[in-house]
């Protein structure tokens, strides 16, 4: 910490200026939060500050007519495999990358790097054309699978800082005591890496869920995601009540916030953003 | 471990073991392999299915997108939304990561922050359209405090998707930027304010040098971002006119009029430019600046 003591009145104006951003930001933020949340249990909220009535029947009547039931089964089910597969996937391979020097590795991180780097409906568009071609598209497997594409390199990406900085000895200890390759996954490897790669799952579960472009490019009628399921709510709204749609948005924000604070216990907010840069606070 | 040719014999084995393919390396397969069937493969159809258009020569479908304007036009759109959004985000960004280094508590902002993050542009998008438009809680504050004579017309126009970019891409380019600010040793900067530097020399001779690579990078993924929008230019843009962004091209040439050669080549276009601004960027970070940055990173 820097003593504020002798900060002149330029810099302390400054300072104000940057908090008052901050603050209207934030503030705005919560408006718009609260706008749908205050909107989902309105009776009728037309011209006034504050809605006429409260009610919860938005939500029993948005549960009805979205079918939600059904979208947040999808949505589990697609989120689940995803978390399950790029974590077979991305460790594993974390792990070779991060243990041995071999010819093209760097070619190999590039590969990594590359679904990060470009925009997701440019690889969107064939990647669904050629689901579609293998039958897949419009079903939840193509969803699954094209879900896969940014989460995959991203928890290797995660993955690699993580295990780097694991001493590799403790394999070879347990190498000279005569443990098996399979036991020292078991006895060794497996605690030593389960909160990264915890970490590392809780964000990819984060982000599938509000992953929209990919699932939007590849789900049918049967397999959509609850965020696409709220786009296409929100896309035709006028059709049904704007309140029926903010309920919606209210349990799609709930089911997002509840995964939301389980990661933050594992993991600094900068992480959701950034790969792993900040690994030396866990 | 996996397939490998091992059991050729043991010279073979050694040769590899040497150039570091052994059991372990292998792990790596499975994954290139999914980034290759799931990325690579995709991506390299999609280019050769540009040149197969529905009619016409192998490049019809790229003479068409240059000749309409309701096509090429996309890019310019596209453009002037995201690329001042980026650059608005970054300013901002910049001294707000500098107050909030030297902040006790920054657990508590930064996770409030990244709640757009998380919640994604359909959400921000949904709550927008009630909140900034004319019975929305913005607007009437607004009235009743009298900066504004009548209610703002933000949504379903550019200001609208300007907002919901500036919403949902500041946090990010935010907590990307704090992570590199923070990375910087201060003692650097203690050294300087010993030797008489005032704050605006401190940033200009020690932090702006050191943040550079780290700032392009930023403004490189953050405009991947707000260069892809694709939801909130419909929900609360003006989709057919001055939101009409190149994804919605390739969105509505796909979906709508099932011509997926020309949407696998608007989307190429769309790569293309991505890339050009991007290399621009790195291009320009490096004529700024030459010299050791990876020094100071703690």
């Given at each position: 910490m820097r003593a504020v003591g002798g900060e002149k009145l330029s810099s302390r104006l400054w300072a104000f200026a940057v908090w008052t951003v901050v603050g209207f930001f934030i503030l705005n933020l919560i408006g718009l939060i609260g706008s749908v949340l205050t909107s989902s249990f309105a009776t009728r909220w037309l011209?006034?500050?504050?809605?006429a009535g409260w009610t919860t029947k938005w939500y029993f009547s948005a549960w009805d007519e979205f079918q939600l039931g059904d979208v947040l089964w999808v949505t589990f089910e697609v989120v689940g495999a995803v978390v399950l597969i790029s974590g077979l996937l991305g460790v594993p391979a974390a792990y070779a990358l991060a243990r041995r020097e071999f010819v093209g590795k760097k070619f190999v991180v590039l590969l990594l790097l590359l679904p990060l780097l470009v925009p997701s409906v440019t690889y969107g568009i064939p990647l669904a054309t050629v689901l579609y071609q293998f039958g897949v598209g419009g079903n939840l497997v193509g969803v699954i699978l094209a879900n896969l594409v940014p989460t995959v390199p991203f928890v290797v990406l995660v993955m690699i800082p993580f295990i780097e900085q694991i001493d590799p000895r403790i394999e070879a200890a347990a190498r000279v005591f005569g443990a098996g390759t399979f036991s020292i996954f078991v006895h060794v490897l497996v605690p030593i890496l389960m909160p990264g790669v915890l970490a590392a799952l809780l964000l990819v579960l984060v982000r599938t869920i509000a992953m929209f472009e990919l699932t939007f490019l590849v789900a049918g009628p049967g397999s959509q995601t609850l965020v696409v399921a709220l786009y296409y709510a929100v896309f035709a709204?006028?059709?049904?009540a704007v309140q029926s749609i903010d309920a919606m948005a209210v349990i799609y924000m709930l089911t997002t916030l509840v995964w939301l604070i389980i990661a933050l216990k594992f993991v600094n907010p900068t992480q959701i953003v950034a790969r792993a840069k900040n690994n030396q606070n866990h | 471990m996996s397939e490998t040719p091992l059991d050729t014999g043991p010279n073979l084995r050694q040769r590899l073991r040497a150039r570091g393919f052994d059991g372990v390396t292998m792990l790596v397969l499975p994954c290139v392999f999914a980034v290759i069937a799931l990325f690579v493969y995709p991506f390299l159809y999609g280019l050769w299915l540009s040149f197969q258009?529905?009619?016409?020569?192998?490049?019809a479908n790229y003479v068409k997108f240059f000749s309409d304007p309701f096509l090429y036009r996309t890019i310019q759109t596209t453009l002037i939304l995201s690329l001042p959004v980026t650059i608005l985000n970054l300013l901002l960004a910049v001294p707000i990561a500098f107050r909030v280094r030297l902040m006790k508590h920054q657990r508590i902002l930064t996770t409030i922050l990244v709640l757009p993050i998380t919640l994604g542009t359909v959400l921000v998008a949904e709550g927008m359209l009630f909140y900034?438009?004319?019975?929305?809680w913005f607007s009437r504050t607004m009235l009743a405090l009298g900066i504004l004579s009548q209610p703002p017309s933000?949504?379903?126009?550019y200001w609208g998707v300007f907002l919901s970019l500036l919403i949902t891409g500041f946090p990010f380019t935010f907590l990307l930027t704090l992570s590199y600010v923070t990375g910087i040793e201060p003692a650097l900067e203690q050294a300087a304010a010993t030797l008489g530097a005032s704050p605006t020399a401190r940033f200009r001779e020690i932090f702006l040098p050191l943040l550079l690579p780290g700032l392009a990078i930023t403004f490189c993924l953050s405009f991947v971002q707000a260069y892809s929008v694709l939801p909130s230019a419909i929900l609360v843009g003006d989709p057919a006119n001055t939101t009409r962004v190149i994804s919605i091209a390739a969105y509505q040439a796909a979906?709508?009029?099932?011509?997926y050669p020309l949407a696998s080549a608007i989307a190429m276009i769309m790569g293309a430019v991505q890339l050009v601004v991007v290399v621009l960027v790195l291009g320009a970070r490096s004529l700024l600046y030459r010299g050791p940055v990876a020094a100071a990173k703690g």
């Amino acid at each position: 910490m820097r003593a504020v003591g002798g900060e002149k009145l330029s810099s302390r104006l400054w300072a104000f200026a940057v908090w008052t951003v901050v603050g209207f930001f934030i503030l705005n933020l919560i408006g718009l939060i609260g706008s749908v949340l205050t909107s989902s249990f309105a009776t009728r909220w037309l011209a006034t500050w504050f809605p006429a009535g409260w009610t919860t029947k938005w939500y029993f009547s948005a549960w009805d007519e979205f079918q939600l039931g059904d979208v947040l089964w999808v949505t589990f089910e697609v989120v689940g495999a995803v978390v399950l597969i790029s974590g077979l996937l991305g460790v594993p391979a974390a792990y070779a990358l991060a243990r041995r020097e071999f010819v093209g590795k760097k070619f190999v991180v590039l590969l990594l790097l590359l679904p990060l780097l470009v925009p997701s409906v440019t690889y969107g568009i064939p990647l669904a054309t050629v689901l579609y071609q293998f039958g897949v598209g419009g079903n939840l497997v193509g969803v699954i699978l094209a879900n896969l594409v940014p989460t995959v390199p991203f928890v290797v990406l995660v993955m690699i800082p993580f295990i780097e900085q694991i001493d590799p000895r403790i394999e070879a200890a347990a190498r000279v005591f005569g443990a098996g390759t399979f036991s020292i996954f078991v006895h060794v490897l497996v605690p030593i890496l389960m909160p990264g790669v915890l970490a590392a799952l809780l964000l990819v579960l984060v982000r599938t869920i509000a992953m929209f472009e990919l699932t939007f490019l590849v789900a049918g009628p049967g397999s959509q995601t609850l965020v696409v399921a709220l786009y296409y709510a929100v896309f035709a709204a006028g059709v049904r009540a704007v309140q029926s749609i903010d309920a919606m948005a209210v349990i799609y924000m709930l089911t997002t916030l509840v995964w939301l604070i389980i990661a933050l216990k594992f993991v600094n907010p900068t992480q959701i953003v950034a790969r792993a840069k900040n690994n030396q606070n866990h | 471990m996996s397939e490998t040719p091992l059991d050729t014999g043991p010279n073979l084995r050694q040769r590899l073991r040497a150039r570091g393919f052994d059991g372990v390396t292998m792990l790596v397969l499975p994954c290139v392999f999914a980034v290759i069937a799931l990325f690579v493969y995709p991506f390299l159809y999609g280019l050769w299915l540009s040149f197969q258009p529905k009619t016409g020569g192998h490049l019809a479908n790229y003479v068409k997108f240059f000749s309409d304007p309701f096509l090429y036009r996309t890019i310019q759109t596209t453009l002037i939304l995201s690329l001042p959004v980026t650059i608005l985000n970054l300013l901002l960004a910049v001294p707000i990561a500098f107050r909030v280094r030297l902040m006790k508590h920054q657990r508590i902002l930064t996770t409030i922050l990244v709640l757009p993050i998380t919640l994604g542009t359909v959400l921000v998008a949904e709550g927008m359209l009630f909140y900034f438009g004319p019975q929305g809680w913005f607007s009437r504050t607004m009235l009743a405090l009298g900066i504004l004579s009548q209610p703002p017309s933000i949504v379903h126009g550019y200001w609208g998707v300007f907002l919901s970019l500036l919403i949902t891409g500041f946090p990010f380019t935010f907590l990307l930027t704090l992570s590199y600010v923070t990375g910087i040793e201060p003692a650097l900067e203690q050294a300087a304010a010993t030797l008489g530097a005032s704050p605006t020399a401190r940033f200009r001779e020690i932090f702006l040098p050191l943040l550079l690579p780290g700032l392009a990078i930023t403004f490189c993924l953050s405009f991947v971002q707000a260069y892809s929008v694709l939801p909130s230019a419909i929900l609360v843009g003006d989709p057919a006119n001055t939101t009409r962004v190149i994804s919605i091209a390739a969105y509505q040439a796909a979906t709508e009029e099932y011509d997926y050669p020309l949407a696998s080549a608007i989307a190429m276009i769309m790569g293309a430019v991505q890339l050009v601004v991007v290399v621009l960027v790195l291009g320009a970070r490096s004529l700024l600046y030459r010299g050791p940055v990876a020094a100071a990173k703690g």
